[in-house]
Nanobody, 123 residues
């Protein structure tokens, strides 16, 4: 079955960096957009970043623009989120998501989700 497994979360001080990884399996994801979302305690899940099937397009939430970078390696079926200059308000569970096959770029049409990885930024 399709699986998305995130890793790389942890505890970091404000101003620090983390790199999240999402390993996909169960089908080929090279024709699908991939994205990252996050959910803080007591809040709804929110969009963070998206990348097109061939890495030609990326899109970021205003809150992370200039600090986070999404990338992917289709040969490894893996998507990454490099997070720099982290702030306490970035604390959340971060989720990887995959769009259906053929949806090459989207901010909303995701049908597969990982289990999430916790990112905690201390002040």
């Amino acid at each position: 079955q399709v699986q998305l497994v995130e890793s790389g979360g942890g505890l970091v001080q404000a101003g620090g960096s983390l790199r999240l990884s999402c390993a996909a399996s169960g089908r080929t994801f090279s024709s699908s957009a991939m994205g990252w979302f996050r959910q803080a305690p007591g809040q709804e899940r929110e969009f963070v970043a998206a990348i097109s099937w061939n890495s030609g397009m990326t899109f970021y939430a205003d809150s992370v623009k200039g600090r986070f970078t999404i990338s992917r390696d289709n040969a490894k079926n893996t998507v990454y989120l490099q997070m720099n200059s982290l702030k306490p308000e970035d604390t959340a569970v971060y989720y990887c998501a995959a769009a259906p096959p053929g949806v090459i770029f989207t901010r909303t049409r995701y049908d597969y989700w990982g289990q999430g990885t916790q990112v905690t930024v201390s002040s």
